[in-house]
């Protein structure tokens, strides 16, 4: 069965460190988003992709970065950990060929910068 | 630009009863619509979609939606609530102008009592 998957499950890091994210589909979707959650805001738009070498920056995309170099992977990059990055952080993937698709949502990263 | 309001941050009912959890929209035109379920520790999952096709939309678990226009709403309803529905619910409506990105409501969390 077709899948997306996050990795690690959970992360513990310092300030200051670079961190990356993995997420990885294998829907073979061209949309793929990542958001982070946190009480009280819901869900975060960080960055999202329509393709491979296609990224975009969310409504919360300071300090974090992506690259998009094939179909199924769309790591997001931590540049230098920030304590207020404490989070959950969630992969999304879609289709792209209507409006009206379906996000497919991976399990989720959970975050601890300390 | 669209959002959507959900009324109400927790919502708890006893085993059995009506489960009514409350959206809002606010769109210049006509609006995808979507409610996804959490459950504890996991990912987002679609519940059900609006897109014009019927203003009372079915879902999975028993759940439906009712799209009304004349109140920008899209509540989300299920006759006999089950344990096993406790989790978080998000209501997401697709921006417009072709763009494949959901702009999402902060949540309700839904709580039963046995």
């Known amino acids: 069965d077709a899948e997306i998957t996050q990795s690690p499950r959970h992360k513990i890091t310092e300030t200051g460190r670079q961190v990356t994210l993995a997420c990885h589909q294998t829907w073979n979707h061209n949309n793929m988003f990542w958001y982070r959650q946190d009480l009280g805001h819901g869900l975060r738009l960080i960055h999202y992709?329509?393709?491979?070498?296609?990224?975009n920056k969310g409504e919360v995309s300071d300090g974090y970065s992506v690259s998009r170099s094939n179909t199924e992977d769309l790591p997001l990059t931590l540049e230098s950990a920030a304590s207020s990055q404490t989070s959950v952080y969630f992969c999304?993937?879609?289709?792209?060929?209507?409006?009206?698709?379906?996000?497919?949502f991976g399990p989720g990263t959970r975050l601890t910068v300390l | 630009a669209q959002s959507v309001t959900q009324l109400g941050s927790h919502v708890s009912v006893s085993e059995g009863a009506l489960v009514l959890l409350r959206c809002n929209y606010s769109?210049?035109?006509?609006?995808?619509l979507f409610w996804y379920v959490q459950y504890p520790n996991q990912g987002l999952q679609l519940l059900l979609k609006y897109t014009s096709a019927a203003t009372l939309v079915k879902g999975i678990n028993g759940f439906e939606a009712e799209f009304k226009k004349s109140e920008t709403s899209f509540h989300l309803t299920k006759p006999s609530a089950h344990m096993s529905d406790a989790a978080e619910y998000f209501c997401?409506?697709?921006?417009?102008?072709?763009?494949?990105?959901?702009?999402f409501g902060r949540g309700t969390s839904l709580i039963v009592h046995p």
């Open positions: 997401a409506v697709r921006k417009g102008g072709g763009s494949y990105i959901p702009t």
């Open positions: 769109s210049s035109v006509p609006p995808y």
């Open positions: 999304a993937s879609s289709e792209g060929a209507e409006l009206t698709d379906t996000q497919y």
């Open positions: 992709s329509y393709g491979v070498h296609d990224t």
